[in-house]
């Protein structure tokens, strides 16, 4: 087992969980946002609560289950589209840049503030997913502190 980084480092949790706390975008574009990151970045804790979170908040079981497939299912609007298209181009960055035209793709379907709080979203996941896989997160180990449980996924 390794080391729990927010008793090592307690101010900087602090830190990134009031930042999550400010997060005002839509719940449904979050939770499918926050669960594709995590599976795109290998993070096998923050999927599994993001996929309960999302069950939580009323998500079908069918788009999570889609979600990996999202670019050929019939099952996303046009904004979620949007907001996981924007997440791939900023977590994939690898030495390439997003473009004005990705940026205009994404502004078709966000207003500026909304944006923005998207941009934030799919940074904070990020950050939170390299913590997971750093530490490697036991999936479900908080369940019951989070009221997971009452997701049903098992």
Known sequence: ???DYSQLAPESF???MALEGT???DTTIKELV???ISQINGCTFCTDMHAKEAKLHGERELRL???PVWRESPLFTDKERAALEWAEKLTRLEGSHVSDADYAQVSAQFDEKELAELTFVITVI???NRLGVAY????G???KMMGLDKAGLQ
């Not at 490697?136 to 999936?139: C, I, M, R, S, V």
Request: charged content about 20%; hydrophobic content about 50%; overall charge positive.
């Open 1 to 3: 087992m390794r080391a």
């Open 14 to 16: 602090k830190a990134m």
């Open 23 to 25: 997060l005002t975008l």
């Open 34 to 36: 926050k669960l594709h």
């Open 65 to 67: 289950y889609h979600l």
């Open 126 to 128: 990020n950050a939170w």
């Open 136 to 139: 490697a997160t036991d999936p």
């Open 141 to 143: 180990s908080m369940d």
